[in-house]
């Protein structure tokens, strides 16, 4: 089952890596942002670091792939973590001027997350598991620009997986 889960990594890594190759050369006059910031995940109760992009392929429509690691929490001994990678899609409704954009939110998502303890009885124990799910991503997002080239963005989303979570994110996103 480990291998499996390994093998379906890599291979949504690969199909992650081709979108986001296909996205900058093809000829689409697309419009590219990188950025990141930070996340809370409600299932380990925990802050999280995001990296994201967003290649939109219309002024309404974009693409955003993105990673965040969720730190979780420590509690008597008991840790848990987990990395969410996530490809999106967003369709643009644009406000105030072009200023503020609102949108839903549709994509998938793959989380590895990993929980363990240590605890001392006659001798000082440690355990790991962890597991890995593929899930779909539902939410909203919106995203204020300040300049041309300097924009934040917050996105609620709900994870429909083996592992469901909702999580936030909000961060910064530099036009290139």
Same mark, same amino acid.
Request: no cysteine.
């Given at each position: 089952m480990k291998h499996m889960n390994q093998k379906s990594f890599r291979n949504y =890594? %690969?199909?992650?890596?081709?979108?986001?190759?296909? %996205? =900058? =050369?093809? *000829?689409?006059?697309?419009?590219?942002?990188?950025? /990141? /910031?930070?996340?809370? @995940?409600? *299932?380990?109760?925990?802050?999280?670091?995001?990296? *994201?992009?967003? %290649? @939109?392929?219309?002024d309404d429509i974009a693409v955003s792939p993105g990673a965040t690691y969720f730190f979780g929490n420590s509690l008597y001994g008991f840790n848990q973590n987990t990395l969410a990678v996530d490809l999106n899609a967003h369709y643009f409704f644009h406000l105030i001027e072009n200023k503020l954009k609102i949108y839903p939110l549709l994509g998938a998502n793959y989380s590895n997350y990993k929980t363990g303890a240590s605890y001392y009885s006659y001798y000082y124990n440690t355990y790991e598991v962890s597991d890995s799910a593929f899930g779909v991503n539902i939410g909203a997002g919106g995203r204020w620009q300040f300049s041309e080239k300097l924009s934040v963005y917050l996105e609620p989303k709900y994870v429909v997986s083996d592992y469901e979570q909702i999580i936030i994110n909000a961060g910064i996103l530099f036009q290139l």
């Open positions: =890594t %690969f199909i992650l890596a081709g979108m986001m190759l296909l %996205f =900058t =050369t093809a *000829k689409i006059q697309a419009q590219i942002a990188i950025g /990141g /910031g930070l996340g809370y @995940n409600e *299932k380990i109760s925990g802050p999280g670091i995001t990296v *994201k992009a967003e %290649f @939109n392929i219309t």
